[in-house]
């Protein structure tokens, strides 16, 4: 994990929300996900590390060492995310695959890393497997735009160090790690299924950034390139996986992450799953 904090204001990442929502929900939504006497909802950022009988994978690739950028949690950082992954047993150099779930400046910031005065791979010797849809979008940001200096300074450089593979809408591993699109967030989102000895998973990236739209699929944030087809995304996406085994694993969601999506009267709720 980069960090986790009581991070953005509730009606500026969900223009639609109601406090009302947000007040009936509190037996499930608080501690963990929502700071209920500042109206803020608890965004963490964090890196999925897989581990297969062949491959390691990295999952999204949180903010990153010091870039600018235009939020406070996120400008000039300088945190411990190489050091904390090796200690969990994973050197940059060990990683195979990276999968960015978008294109955005949380989910590709340690693509790259700074040497020399110059932003260079992170995992020297991985493929980074961006959405074919989001290359197609995102290389045409001018300077000013939304996502420009990520662009600049975490894909780019990528692209042409010859790393970047790009994918389309059925790309999988193998019979354990698929792609599953999920467009609207970004004309390219994609979630990552997980299939291992029976048992399954879905790492959602920002298809859902706080567990209140697994009650309220319709709400989409204002971060959203499409919010209509983000809209229609979720509300599928939920009613696939409500009452399923399947576990979910969100990219924003604070600890604990994984969880179940439960049925909850005429909604939904995420049933968290400790430990």
Known sequence: MEFETPFIGRQYALPESTREVFDAHRDWLAPHFFDYSADLLIFSFHTFILKTPHHTILVDTCVGN??????????????????????????????????????????????????????????????????????????????????YAALRDSVLPIMEAGQAQLVDKDFQFDDAVRVEPTPGHTPGHYAVHLSSKGREGVLSGDLIHSPVQINRPDWSSKFCNDPDRSRETRIEFVDRYADTDVMLFAAHFGGPTAGHIRADGDACKFQVVEG
């Open 66 to 147: 010091h870039k600018e950028r235009p939020l406070e949690h996120w400008h000039m950082r300088d945190g411990p995310y190489l050091e904390d992954m090796r200690a969990a047993g994973v050197a940059p150099e060990s990683v195979d695959y990276v999968m960015c779930t978008h294109l955005h400046a949380d989910h590709t910031g340690w693509n790259t890393r700074l040497r020399d005065g110059r932003w260079v791979p992170t995992f020297p010797n991985a493929k980074y497997l961006f959405s074919k849809d989001d290359w197609n979008f995102f290389q045409d940001l001018k300077e000013g735009d939304p996502g």
